[in-house]
């Protein structure tokens, strides 16, 4: 296989293997979520419950885990599945939402962390929060510009090895060490039911690639999905119509194009 070094050349790989990735992720999410997987050339498996979620993390190629609507059954599922992808070296996502909100969800997050997620996606609130730092939100959305958040996702990312992406009008990733800002999207994408659930989702995607540098692989999702927003933006009228394009072109993106298209600047 050719060295993975570019969007393009992680979109190539990702198509051609079109990994399994196992998403654990909310009720509101699932059909966006997974078609956005579908679309962008990887095979989606929403398998959360207990009873599996353990068998089945031991061998799909990534699993993402998303705690927007929780329950103690679906808490019993997150938490042997991130065991069991751990103990098997699958990489894991984590998408924190709203986890300052209640003591369940800032109890279940604990939890989560303690298993060492490879990589944590949040808007900038999120983060920060994490991170032990102030944040202006009390829900789900993020309250916070994304340039607020960097320290603490450098701060996040060095103390949990992880790489932290915080994700915004322009989405910033870091491993601690590496650091990169990427432009791109559409106004018209928070106006979508959980098109950063999605996000979270696509990001196993590129993480499952054989071979991945998991920095790089986050930064190549977040590129797909910027330039894919922002060429969708050019032909919607509106929310409803930017969510079927937004599918096309998250389909209709090859390796040329997303590289051609690409804006990452190093931070």
């Known amino acids: 296989m050719t060295d993975l070094t570019t969007p393009g050349d992680y979109l190539a790989a990702m198509r051609a293997q079109a990994p399994l990735v196992q998403c654990i992720t909310n009720y509101v999410a699932m059909n966006i979520a997974a078609n956005s997987l579908l679309a962008a050339g990887a095979s989606p498996a929403m398998v959360h419950a207990a009873e599996e979620a353990g068998d089945f993390a031991r061998f799909a190629a990534a699993l993402t885990i998303n705690i927007g609507t929780l329950s103690p059954a679906w808490m019993d599922g997150m938490t042997v599945a991130a065991r069991n992808a751990r103990a ?10 709203a986890h300052f909100a209640t003591a369940y969800r800032r109890q279940t997050t604990e939890t989560l962390m303690a298993l060492r997620p490879d990589i944590i996606r949040g808007n900038a609130s999120e983060i920060l929060a994490l991170a032990g730092g102030e944040s202006a939100a009390k829900g789900v959305d993020a309250r916070d510009p994304v340039h607020a958040a960097e320290d603490a996702a450098r701060q996040l990312a060095g103390e949990r090895g992880a790489v932290v992406a915080v994700t915004g009008e322009t989405d910033f990733v870091t ?59 050019v032909k919607a009228k509106g929310p409803g119509s930017f969510s079927v394009h937004f599918l096309d072109q998250l389909a209709a993106l090859d390796g040329a194009g997303l590289d051609a298209a690409d804006r990452r600047e190093v931070a």
């Open 88 to 97: 098997a070296g699958v990489p894991w996502v984590f998408d924190p939402v």
């Open 175 to 233: 491993d601690g060490t590496r650091a990169l800002r990427i432009s791109g999207g559409s106004p018209l994408m928070p106006k979508v039911t959980a098109l950063g659930c999605s996000l979270t989702c696509l990001i196993g995607a590129y993480a499952g690639v054989k071979g991945a540098d998991l920095f790089d692989a986050t930064a190549a999702a977040l590129s797909h999905f910027a330039v894919a927003g922002a060429h969708a933006e």
